[in-house]
T-cell receptor, first 112, second 113 residues
Framework: RKEVEQDPGPFNVPEGATVAFNCTYSNSASQSFFWYRQDCRKEPKLLMSVYSSGNEDGRFTAQLNRASQYISLLIRDSKLSDSATYLCVVNRVTGGGNKLTFGTGTQLKVEL | NAGVTQTPKFRILKIGQSMTLQCTQDMNHNYMYWYRQDPGMGLKLIYYSVGAGITDKGEVPNGYNVSRSTTEDFPLRLELAAPSQTSVYFC????????????FGSGTRLTVV
């Protein structure tokens, strides 16, 4: 089983739609969680950290369920500019220090 | 404020050649990383550094070497390039390993033929 799993998509949604991405992680010792955005042929960029209480940044809401080892990202009122690949990232402490594991990403295409 | 700068952006190597991918950051971050990203795969950690003079292997270090003589620079060396090293390489840096996100460079697209 992969340490971080995401549905690769693509998710094709109309502009203005609400879309949700899910991510599961296998190691219960994971401590911190992030969503990154990666545009085609570009570098990943931090979108938001994910906190246990859930957190919101404008149209984006991230949720964490430690019991189910599940992370989600909700995008409301989708814009064309939201089209990108969204990477789920999980961090855990190991004997060798922190280990950041990236999911393979979920592709979002927002259409007119 | 440049962030993380990688050079070159593109490179084609012949099998057996060697090259150095350059990475420099101006944010005074202690932590620096090299990742490779293959199509349909997540980013894989090659090497990382927790400070000047300290480097360590990641998941996929074979065929690569690094050095960290200064806080700013973290070059990645490929010796005897192989087709399996065709990939996109990203350098990243961070203030803290735990709670802060990483800042990535714009990447180097390497093809080995």
């Amino acid at each position: 089983r992969k340490e971080v799993e995401q549905d690769p998509g693509p998710f094709n949604v109309p502009e203005g739609a609400t879309v949700a991405f899910n991510c599961t992680y296998s190691n219960s010792a994971s401590q911190s969680f992030f969503w990154y955005r990666q545009d085609c042929r570009k570098e990943p960029k931090l979108l938001m950290s994910v906190y246990s209480s859930g957190n919101e940044d404008g149209r984006f809401t991230a949720q964490l369920n430690r019991a189910s080892q599940y992370i989600s990202l909700l995008i409301r009122d989708s814009k064309l500019s939201d089209s990108a690949t969204y990477l789920c990232v999980v961090n855990r402490v190991t004997g060798g220090g922190n280990k950041l594991t990236f999911g393979t990403g979920t592709q979002l295409k927002v259409e007119l | 404020n440049a962030g993380v700068t990688q050079t070159p952006k593109f490179r084609i190597l012949k099998i057996g050649q060697s090259m150095t991918l350059q990475c420099t950051q101006d944010m005074n971050h202690n932590y620096m990383y090299w990742y490779r990203q293959d199509p349909g795969m997540g980013l894989k950690l090659i090497y990382y550094s927790v400070g000047a003079g300290i480097t360590d292997k990641g998941e996929v270090p074979n065929g690569y070497n690094v050095s960290r003589s200064t806080t700013e620079d973290f070059p990645l060396r490929l010796e005897l390039a192989a087709p399996s090293q065709t990939s996109v390489y990203f350098c990243a840096s961070s203030y803290s390993q735990e709670t802060y996100g990483y800042t990535f460079g714009s990447g180097t697209r390497l093809t080995v033929v």
